[in-house]
């Protein structure tokens, strides 16, 4: 079965900390994985993906295919990074976005 | 220059009620897609149309339909309303449906059943 798979729903850091956010999936194929940003009442935005291999405000991300893991990354958080990311499989055919529960990141001052 | 709109941005109702939401995208895509986020946050495709044909269709109840009458836009109608239809719903439209295309998001509909 497909699955993304968030485990935190909320991790809250302080300025200046590093992030982590994770992410875990299961798709027998060769996985396309995105993260995905919605700051508040916003609307989702492409953060980055797998495939292009850039580092996006910071943030990088790196497949693992043996630990099935797409974690999310940033050396030292800003509040401006405060939102809810959401980590996403590209599964099924037809462009078919299957997405994570989401994780809420609050970064303090 | 808007890329994907969605109307209403806010839509409170009665239960029982038809209601539609709209949603129109001018980066000449030819697949949209409905996305509904529940109150968790949790967000789950519910439609695709590829150049005016469905191409997904998740188990949504048949209240749901959807309609695109051109491929700039995929509108989506929710007869006899629930409360459990309160959400977010997400409109998105990418260039090609099958070839990994980045999706971009409208900025959602809120839909509220009282």
């Given amino acids: 079965a497909q699955r993304v798979t968030q485990p935190e729903k909320l991790l809250s850091v302080f300025k200046g900390a590093p992030v982590e956010l994770k992410c875990n999936y299961s798709y027998s194929g060769s996985p396309e994985l995105f993260w995905y940003v919605q700051y508040s009442r916003q609307r989702l935005q492409l953060l980055l993906r797998h495939i292009s291999r850039e580092s996006i405000k910071g943030f990088t991300a790196d497949l693992n295919k043996g630990e099935t893991s797409f974690h999310l990354k940033k050396p030292f958080a800003q509040e401006e990074d405060s939102a809810m990311y959401y980590c996403a499989l590209l599964g099924g055919g037809y462009n078919k976005l299957i997405f994570g529960a989401g994780t809420r990141l609050a970064v303090h001052p | ?114």
Avoid at chain 2, 26 to 55: C, P, R, V
Avoid at chain 2, 59 to 80: E, Q
Wanted: charged share 20%; glycine share 4%; proline share 4%.
């Fill in chain 2, 1 to 114: 220059d808007t890329a994907v709109s969605q109307t209403p941005k806010y839509l409170v109702t009665q239960m029982g009620n038809d209601k539609s939401i709209k949603c129109e995208q001018n980066l000449g895509h030819d697949t949209m897609y409905w996305y509904k986020q529940d109150s968790k946050k949790f967000l789950k495709i519910m439609f695709s149309y590829n150049n005016k044909e469905l191409i997904i269709n998740e188990t949504v109840p048949n209240r749901f339909s959807p309609k695109s009458p051109d491929k700039a836009h995929l509108n989506l109608h929710i007869n006899s309303l629930e409360l459990g239809d309160s959400a977010v719903y997400f409109c998105a439209s990418s260039q090609e449906s099958y070839f990994q295309e980045t999706q971009y998001f409208g900025p959602g509909t809120r839909l509220l059943v009282l």
